[in-house]
C-alpha cells in the first residue's frame, strides 16, 4: 500500500514533500502524518500541538477534499491516497 | 481559461476573446508583485486542486452575477516586482454585474483556492500570512 503526502509552502519546506509512504495497515491519516513530521521538530511543532494534535489553522485535504481535525483520527488511509498538509492560503 | 502557469498572458487578447454576444462591459482584474521592499516573490500552488477550486468560483460568480465570460489565470514561480500574479477578466451585458462578478472571484479565491506567496528580500524570507481559519473551502460532508 502506498500513500503519497503532499506538503506546501513554510510546511514543503521544512518536512519536503511528494513523499510516498508505506503506511501499517488500518493506519490512521493523523498517525501518517505525525509519523513522516517527527523527522524534523520544527516542521512537527508547526503541525500539531503538544497534545499531537493538528493545529488549528492546518489544512488537511485527502484526494482533493478538505477533511475536519476531528476526522483525522477516524480516517484510515487507503492505497493511492494522496494526503496533502498546508497552512492558510495566501493567494491573489 | 481558468489556468495555473508560470507564463504571462496577453491581456488585451483575453479582452477581445471576453467580447462574448450582448457584452455591455468587461472588467480586468490584474494584481501585480508591489514592491514592498522585496527583490522577488515565489508563488506556489496546490495544482489541481486551484484549479478546480477557480473553476467552482467562475461557475458560482457566472450564475450569480449573469457573466457571459470569465477568465482566471494564477502564476506561479518567480516573479519579479511589476510582472502580473492574478488577472482575472469577465464580461456582463451591464457594468454593475461586471464589477460585482470580478470582485466575488477575487474575494472568493483569497479564501479558498490553495496558492502561497513568498516575499523573497535581500536577508532571505517570508510567507506572506493567510487568513486565519480559511482555505480550500470549508469541510464538505
Known amino acids: ?92 | 481559461m481558468i489556468r495555473v502557469q508560470t507564463e504571462d498572458v496577453d491581456i488585451g487578447a483575453l479582452v477581445a476573446a471576453a467580447k462574448q454576444p450582448g457584452t455591455g462591459a468587461v472588467v480586468v482584474f490584474d494584481g501585480i508583485v508591489r514592491d514592498d521592499d522585496i527583490t522577488e516573490m515565489e508563488l506556489e500552488a496546490y495544482g489541481d486542486v486551484a484549479v478546480a477550486e477557480m473553476e467552482k468560483i467562475a461557475t458560482e460568480a457566472t450564475q450569480q452575477f449573469r457573466l457571459l465570460h470569465v477568465d482566471i489565470i494564477h502564476r506561479i514561480g518567480l516573479l519579479s516586482i511589476g510582472e502580473n500574479i492574478l488577472i482575472i477578466i469577465v464580461s456582463a451585458g451591464h457594468r454593475p454585474e461586471a464589477y460585482a462578478g470580478s470582485r466575488y472571484i477575487i474575494e472568493e479565491l483569497k479564501k479558498r483556492v490553495p496558492v502561497w506567496k513568498k516575499e523573497l528580500t535581500r536577508d532571505g524570507g517570508r510567507w506572506v500570512p493567510g487568513e486565519h481559519g480559511h482555505g480550500a473551502g470549508k469541510p464538505r460532508h
Open chain 1, 1 to 92: 500500500m502506498t500513500v503519497k503526502v503532499r506538503f506546501f509552502a513554510r510546511f514543503r519546506e521544512l518536512l519536503g514533500t511528494d513523499i510516498l509512504t508505506e503506511p501499517e495497515k488500518e493506519e490512521s491519516l493523523i498517525a501518517l502524518v505525525r509519523n513522516i513530521a517527527r523527522k524534523n521538530k520544527e516542521g512537527y511543532d508547526a503541525l500539531f500541538d503538544e497534545h499531537g494534535r493538528f493545529r488549528e489553522f492546518v489544512i488537511v485535504m485527502r484526494n482533493g477534499k478538505r477533511i475536519e481535525h476531528e476526522d483525522a483520527q477516524a480516517i484510515r488511509v487507503a492505497d493511492g491516497d494522496e494526503i496533502a498538509v498546508f497552512p492558510p492560503v495566501a493567494g491573489g
